[in-house]
């Protein structure tokens, strides 16, 4: 059963002048440390960034609390070889979601030149 859907939309160029006006500062108080691992080799980053930010509200939509309890660092995604995106938390978020009813999260990244956007579905038993 679907228990919460977010999805949300970032703009590439804001995510870029982010990074370049607030440098390390910004990332490093929004992204988790295996977030900005991925992001070394990139020579663009700003899309990686923006389809990871968008992940971190969509969660907090399908969560159905917003960014009440915790932070944009204590969820992120990650990804394997040949293995679709997923999201990770916390062990503070993971003690929030199992308060919430738990539920498992599935997570659709996709970017382009201009937006990065991010779809989470919490599914569960009610």
């Known amino acids: 059963m679907i228990l919460g859907h977010g999805i949300d939309i970032v703009e590439v160029a804001r995510m870029r002048r982010a ?12 992204f988790a440390p295996d977030e900005i691992v991925g992001a070394a080799s ?14 971190k509200e969509a969660f907090a939509k399908a969560l159905g609390t917003g960014f ?3 932070g944009p660092k204590d969820v992120w995604v990650i990804r394997g070889d040949r293995e679709p995106p997923a999201l990770a938390f916390s062990q503070p978020l993971q003690s929030l979601i199992a308060a ?24 569960g038993k009610y």
Do not use: C, N
């Open 19 to 30: 990074i370049s006006r607030h440098s390390g500062a910004f990332i490093t108080r929004v």
């Open 42 to 55: 990139l020579k663009e980053p700003a899309a990686y960034y923006a389809a990871r930010f968008a992940a």
């Open 68 to 70: 009440h309890g915790f």
């Open 100 to 123: 919430k009813g738990g539920g498992d999260f599935i997570l659709s990244l996709t970017h382009e030149k201009k937006f990065a956007v991010a779809s989470v579905i919490r599914s």
